[in-house]
């Protein structure tokens, strides 16, 4: 009665949540357009505030020199960084579709939640991490870059 085979079932626990949250962050790794959209945010964001520094000083009349927010200017580029880390928004989620690795990934943890959880903690954090260097980085580009001492940002904190 013994010779039907069995699917063997695992005596050990499901996985962890870190351990899914390790598994979706060497996936996140693993793929090139990853990095390429990361890299795509960041130099929007810090190239449009370069570009925005040398050539607005000189558009601006001396009173929008005057009301104008320098950091404001300076995270010009933030739209369309946006719009790559959309993309990679996508890409963290869909891209296990489009190999039929989604159905190795749901074989090894079944709780679908546990899993959109993960991918949603990774990419946020991943997100949250490389805005937040390039913001930086593009205020102070903006700042380095800047033709004109009359839109420095200390002058913005007297007010």
Not at 17 to 43: G, H, M, P, Q
Not at 47 to 59: C, E, N, S, T
Request: charged letters at 15%; aromatic letters at 8%.
């Amino acid at each position: 009665m013994d010779a039907v085979a069995r699917p063997r079932i695992s005596d050990g626990p499901l996985p962890s949540f870190t351990d899914v949250l390790r598994s979706e962050l060497c996936k996140l790794r693993s793929v090139r357009s990853t990095y390429w959209t990361l890299v795509a945010a960041v130099v929007c964001n810090v190239g449009l505030a370069a570009l925005g520094a040398i050539f607005v000083p000189g558009q601006l009349s001396g009173h929008e020199k005057e009301t104008v927010d320098p950091i404001r200017l300076s995270l010009g580029g933030i739209h369309l960084s946006q719009v790559a880390f959309a993309v990679l928004g996508v890409l963290v989620i869909s891209s296990e579709y489009s190999t039929g690795m989604i159905r190795t990934t749901l074989s090894a943890v079944p709780q679908r939640r546990r899993v959109l959880a993960a991918k949603a903690a990774v990419f946020t954090v991943t997100a949250l991490v490389v805005g937040m260097l390039a913001s930086f980085a593009a205020y102070f580009v903006f700042q380095a870059f800047l033709s004109d001492d009359s839109l420095r940002s200390s002058r913005s904190c007297e007010r």
